[in-house]
């Protein structure tokens, strides 16, 4: 079957593609949420495409209508090869994995980062409406990010833009240096000291992984709770004084399992104040409107519905 050259949709399907499920919606031209289904994602490639492709057509044949469809996947797709790479759902690495979809749908078929797509859902009809330029953060067991300026997601030509978990802790104390070994080859990157398994082991220890309890341990007293808290969020601040030096966002909006921790949208102005390059900060700092559904509704948001004449 060949492609639709001039596609005319009534719907948009966003998917999010992760390690254990994949997720699609359908949302109508108002943003409101029109269909939602979840499958386990299979090992296989071969299987992952077959169970997306079911996913939409089933979708599309439950609403009788034919959609426009976006992915979100755990990696990027590389501007010279055209193979995902970076994806923790391993499955998806050296294939071609936007083409095999689009093959398989007869439809072009938009794929974005998963962090990109969390930026771009809240810039749209989040909590970043209203802001010309929207950095979005997600940090639960990774960190990433996502740039949006005009409505328009920021990739760059090497399809790393907003990656700023994959930059070196700034500012390091004695203590800090080198930093961990991170799985992309280089040491100290700071996913390695700000996401959910690193306030995990400022807490527990090296073998400690869970970070969710420990908020309500430090408002109960427990002092260790507290200082290991106050640690992440003044590098989590710090990792944020390099983004508004560089880019100067006019809201950053947290995302990710850590973004439901309250103190930190009360301690990260503090810490930035003390490293931005100016005299006043006065980025705001926002919890995510969407929650776990911000990465699939971007999804869809790699698309515009054209109206049907």
């Not at 997306?52 to 009788?64: K, T």
């Not at 009809?125 to 740039?147: N, Q």
């Amino acid at each position: 079957m060949s492609q639709d050259p001039t596609p005319a949709y009534d719907i948009r399907f966003g998917i999010d593609l992760g390690g254990t499920k994949i997720e699609i919606v359908a949302l109508a031209a108002d943003g409101s949420l029109a269909h939602r289904k979840r499958i386990a994602t299979p090992r296989d490639y071969d299987e992952t495409i077959e169970g997306i492709a079911g996913l939409v057509l089933g979708a599309e044949q439950e609403l009788g209508l034919r959609g426009s469809v976006g992915i979100g996947i755990p990696g990027v797709i590389s501007p010279t090869s055209g193979l995902v790479k970076n994806s923790n759902s391993i499955a998806l690495n050296g294939h071609y994995f936007d083409k095999d979809i689009s093959a398989r749908l007869a439809r072009e078929v938009r794929v974005g980062n998963d962090a990109n797509c969390f930026a771009l859902s809240e810039a749209s009809d989040g909590a970043g409406v209203g802001f010309r330029t929207v950095f979005g953060v997600i940090v639960g067991t990774g960190c990433g990010g996502g740039i949006v300026v005009d409505g328009k997601l920021i990739e760059g030509p090497n399809r790393v833009a907003g990656e700023w978990g994959h930059v070196p802790l700034p500012w390091p104390s004695h203590d800090e240096i080198p930093g961990p070994k991170c799985w992309c080859g280089q040491n100290g990157c700071l996913e390695l000291f700000i996401a959910g398994p690193a306030l995990a082991k400022l807490y527990g220890g090296p073998d400690a992984h869970d970070a969710h309890g420990i908020p309500a341990l430090a408002a109960a007293g427990d002092a260790k709770a507290q200082a290991a808290l106050a640690t992440h969020a003044g590098r989590m601040g710090r990792g944020l004084a390099v983004i508004v030096n560089i880019l100067d966002p006019d809201v950053i909006v947290l995302g990710g399992g850590l973004s439901n921790m309250p103190h930190l949208y009360e301690e990260l102005p503090k810490v930035m104040k003390t490293r931005v390059f100016s005299d006043f900060v006065t980025t705001p700092i926002v919890k995510n409107k969407h929650g776990d559904s911000s990465g699939v509704r971007g999804a869809a948001w790699l698309w515009p519905l054209p109206a049907r004449s």
